[in-house]
């Protein structure tokens, strides 16, 4: 079966395990295959490194045309959010800083593709032609299938979020920018003391903000916001334990 090789470091391993990857011990690296969804792996799939090959020998033709991913590529949505906001402890300094993120409510929704083997046929799903193809079909609007998953969420590992998102989180939570984490522009909580880069994602492969008990979750604040969601993740946690013991704040 054809395999769609990631491009990413050995501090990135567990997540990309976590997600789904496999290992090639031959060619000593991670790989998806063509029925997976590819979305949770937007940021390791770069065009000019990534290639789907029979083995790990084999090279893409000379005259393959390589398309890249679109860094603005939206995969979840929802009419509304919550704010989220706490406190983690700095790697670094050890101080306490402040923590923001995001809680979709069960309205919104994330994006499936549909993939097929030739744009032209489009008859035979969960499957694909070649890389330049797979790269084509996430741009073709048949590509898209919005779904529904009545829970709430918490999008992490975040390289995209719309204008209006930033313009608020200039206001409320200036703390919480893009940064850069192994060559890779992601969203993420800069500690305020030493400008260190907060972790969004705990050892255990969980993200940083979600509580770990009913008590944490009491030191955890939702603010509604009342505008459209729409970003690109990497990540999506779903079923978040304690959600309903968080304080939610006044709009």
Same mark, same amino acid.
């Given at each position: 079966? =054809?395999?769609?090789?990631?491009?990413?470091?050995?501090?990135?391993?567990? @997540?990309?395990?976590?997600?789904? +990857?496999?290992?090639?011990? %031959? +060619?000593?690296?991670? #790989? !998806?295959? &063509?029925?997976?969804?590819?979305?949770?792996?937007? =940021?390791?799939?770069?065009?000019?490194?990534? @290639?789907?090959?029979?083995? &790990?020998?084999? $090279?893409? &033709?000379?005259?393959? $045309?390589?398309?890249?991913?679109?860094? +603005?590529?939206?995969?979840?949505?929802?009419?509304?959010? #919550?704010?989220?906001?706490?406190? @983690?402890?700095?790697?670094?300094?050890?101080?306490?800083?402040? +923590?923001?993120?995001? *809680?979709?409510? =069960?309205?919104?929704?994330?994006?499936?593709?549909?993939?097929?083997?030739?744009?032209?046929?489009? @008859?035979?799903?969960?499957?694909? #032609?070649?890389?330049?193809?797979?790269? =084509?079909?996430?741009?073709?609007?048949?590509?898209?299938?919005?779904?529904?998953?009545?829970? $709430?969420?918490?999008?992490?590992?975040?390289?995209?979020?719309?204008?209006? !998102? *930033?313009?608020?989180?200039?206001?409320?939570? &200036?703390? #919480?920018?893009?940064?850069?984490?192994?060559?890779?522009?992601?969203?993420?909580?800069?500690?305020?003391?030493?400008?260190?880069?907060?972790?969004?994602?705990?050892?255990? %492969?969980?993200?940083?903000?979600?509580?770990?008990?009913?008590?944490?979750?009491?030191?955890?604040?939702?603010?509604? !916001?009342?505008?459209?969601?729409?970003?690109?993740?990497?990540?999506?946690?779903? %079923?978040?334990?304690?959600?309903?013991?968080?304080?939610?704040?006044?709009?």
């Amino acid at each position: 079966m =054809r395999r769609l090789y990631l491009n990413t470091t050995y501090e990135e391993k567990d @997540q990309v395990r976590s997600l789904g +990857a496999r290992w090639d011990s %031959g +060619a000593k690296r991670w #790989y !998806i295959l &063509p029925d997976q969804d590819p979305a949770p792996f937007a =940021r390791w799939l770069d065009a000019k490194r990534a @290639q789907t090959t029979e083995s &790990p020998k084999a $090279e893409a &033709p000379p005259d393959t $045309e390589v398309i890249p991913v679109p860094k +603005a590529w939206v995969n979840v949505r929802a009419p509304s959010f #919550y704010l989220l906001s706490t406190t @983690q402890s700095c790697g670094r300094c050890e101080l306490k800083a402040p +923590a923001f993120g995001f *809680v979709l409510p =069960r309205s919104y929704e994330s994006m499936a593709l549909q993939l097929n083997s030739r744009l032209s046929d489009g @008859q035979q799903p969960n499957s694909i #032609y070649s890389y330049p193809d797979l790269l =084509r079909w996430l741009e073709h609007p048949k590509s898209r299938q919005w779904i529904s998953h009545g829970i $709430e969420a918490l999008p992490y590992d975040i390289y995209h979020l719309s204008k209006d !998102i *930033v313009d608020l989180l200039r206001q409320t939570a &200036p703390n #919480y920018r893009k940064v850069t984490k192994f060559g890779q522009r992601r969203w993420a909580n800069v500690c305020p003391h030493c400008r260190a880069s907060l972790p969004d994602v705990r050892p255990d %492969g969980q993200p940083a903000l979600i509580p770990r008990s009913s008590t944490g979750a009491a030191y955890t604040d939702l603010t509604p !916001i009342g505008i459209p969601f729409e970003a690109g993740a990497a990540g999506l946690a779903t %079923g978040i334990e304690f959600v309903q013991r968080m304080n939610i704040q006044s709009s």
